[in-house]
């Protein structure tokens, strides 16, 4: 009788002992280098976990925890990579948190040394029971920069770099058939942080294609594309002084009427918007225009340009005529790529008309400034760190010459343009009504750029000296002639 009541009282005893189940999602946990991701964890059947031990770890650190909860409280026992940045934090508001057996991690602040396979263990006085689950970092590089050579056989060398990636990134190259292009070579380099960088070039026949792609991806599944257009890049290489002189010779020998034919290709009308276009985001064409440039006639529209003092970076030094910008000694530049946070605007607003202004970037016995960036605005915007707050959607249109990254407008979709010489002048020509914004180089009376898109409300000129250079970047005043006859048009606007 009495071994009867013993196992009776063993049964009753088993039944009130509550067991559980630790689980975890299938499959890793995939985050973005600095962000805040959370690893879920939780306990089955559901029960307050208030009274149980939670002990996070890294596999094979059992002792040397992220994060433990003990008592009630979470304790200062712990890596010292995660202290700050590790808490337990419901998974949803329906989880219930700990009293509804959510016993989920947060980690602040990822970075690439975070990816490890994690415990969550969870133990009571009736039983314990553990779990793993896999963290992985992920980090989306930059936008890759793409930079073309001519070669002498007529071909060109495109060459392609990106860095900020993890994992080691993958660089594929396309027509714009969709044709894959093979690479030459594929390099890349794992930086301090652990973040990598890849360089790749190839060599292309204006035959092949007109846009080459370069894309970098990672098998997280992060991509990144840049297209230049080589057509463009030949047409602009074409309009090189000496070949356009070579070809104006032939032609006056050949048939006695140059002037009649520069005539009508200057009138062609040839400038009439594309059907379609995005009234932030028209596209982008490099024109292909005679090399003698009247630069008079551009300065015919010519504007009194100041910076304005009360809408500039603070990063910046202007000059009291407030004509001369360049980046503050005491500013030091740590980020990668172009630093587009260092922005002044004129003081100049344009809600209509045709607007010219040029730019000094270089001086006696100076070398040409390597980085620079000029454009207009939308008046009241700001710039941002990242080229995606300076698009033409956010209300910048701008030329950016980054240095050996090359020169580029501001496209949704990068392109990279030749542009040789680089510039010493350069002359902005804003054509409001027509929605036009061209670019030229002054000393060369070279045409280099013309934007299209449909301007609304004020726009201000925009300029950024860039970083490290011994010029700083000047705008000058041009001279305007008097008693100009009314209605003069600028040629090349539709060539």
Same mark, same amino acid.
């Given at each position: 009788?009495? =071994?009867? +009541? ?31 991701? !959370?690893? %879920? ?25 992220? *994060? ?5 409280? /979470? ?12 808490? &337990?934090?419901? &998974? ?17 602040? +990822? ?21 793993? *689950?896999?963290? #992985? ?24 770099? =990106? ?7 993958? /660089? ?8 894959? &292009? ?12 652990? &973040? ?33 257009? +080589? ?13 356009? *002189?070579?070809?104006?010779? /032939? !032609? ?8 009649? +034919? ?25 024109? #292909? ?48 790529? @172009? ?11 344009? $809600? ?102 449909? @301007? ?5 000129? *925009? ?25 003069? $048009?600028? %040629?090349?606007?539709?060539?």
């Amino acid at each position: 009788m009495r =071994s009867i +009541i013993v196992l009776l009282l063993l049964n009753i005893l088993t039944d009130c002992s509550v067991s559980f189940t630790v689980k975890v999602p299938p499959g890793p946990v995939v985050a973005h280098v600095g962000s805040t991701v !959370i690893l %879920p964890c939780w306990i089955s059947p559901a029960q307050n976990a208030e009274a149980l031990e939670i002990r996070w770890y890294r596999h094979g650190q059992f002792s040397n925890t992220v *994060l433990l909860y003990r008592h009630g409280n /979470i304790q200062d026992e712990q890596e010292e990579t995660f202290r700050n940045r590790s808490s &337990l934090t419901p &998974l949803s508001d329906l989880s219930g948190g700990l009293k509804g057996g959510d016993v989920s991690l947060q980690l602040e602040t +990822i970075t690439i040394q975070d990816e490890a396979l994690f415990h969550c263990y969870v133990s009571g006085d009736n039983g314990y029971d553990s779990a793993e *689950l896999e963290l #992985k970092a992920t980090a989306p590089g930059s936008a890759p920069v793409l930079f073309p050579r001519p070669l002498d056989d007529g071909r060109l060398n495109v060459s392609c770099s =990106s860095s900020g990636w993890y994992p080691e990134p993958n /660089i594929t190259w396309t027509s714009d058939q969709g044709k894959t &292009l093979r690479p030459a070579a594929v390099s890349h380099h794992r930086a301090a942080d652990g &973040l990598f960088s890849v360089h790749s070039w190839t060599t292309v026949s204006p035959s092949d294609a007109q846009l080459v792609s370069c894309s970098v991806s990672t098998t997280t599944g992060e991509s990144k594309e840049g297209k230049v257009d +080589i057509q463009g890049i030949i047409s602009s290489d074409s309009s090189d002084p000496w070949k356009a *002189l070579f070809i104006t010779v /032939i !032609i006056c020998a050949l048939l006695g009427l140059a002037a009649l +034919i520069l005539y009508k290709y200057r009138s062609k009308p040839a400038g009439k918007k594309q059907a379609g276009t995005d009234c932030e985001n028209g596209p982008v064409e490099e024109r #292909k225009v005679p090399v003698n440039i009247n630069i008079e006639d551009l300065r015919k529209h010519a504007e009194q340009i100041t910076i304005d003092r009360e809408n500039i970076s603070p990063d910046l030094k202007v000059t009291a005529d407030c004509k001369c910008v360049r980046d503050s000694p005491e500013y030091h530049h740590t980020a990668e790529g @172009f630093p587009y946070q260092l922005c002044a605007f004129g003081a100049q607003r344009f $809600t209509s008309g045709r607007h010219y202004w040029e730019v000094e970037l270089a001086r006696e016995n100076t070398p040409a400034k390597n980085y620079w960036l000029i454009g207009v605005a939308k008046h009241g915007n700001h710039c941002g760190k990242d080229r995606s707050a300076v698009t033409p959607s956010c209300g910048f249109w701008f030329l950016c010459s980054d240095g050996e990254n090359g020169f580029y407008p501001n496209t949704e979709t990068p392109i990279y343009l030749s542009v040789t010489p680089r510039p010493e002048r350069l002359g902005v020509l804003l054509d409001y009504d027509e929605g036009l914004l061209q670019f030229y180089s002054v000393k060369e009376s070279k045409h280099l750029l013309t934007m299209h898109t449909r @301007f609304s409300d004020s726009i201000v000129p *925009l300029f950024n000296p860039g970083v490290g250079d011994i010029c700083p970047l000047k705008i000058v005043d041009c001279p305007v002639e008097e008693d100009s006859p009314a209605g003069v $048009t600028v %040629p090349l606007l539709n060539n």
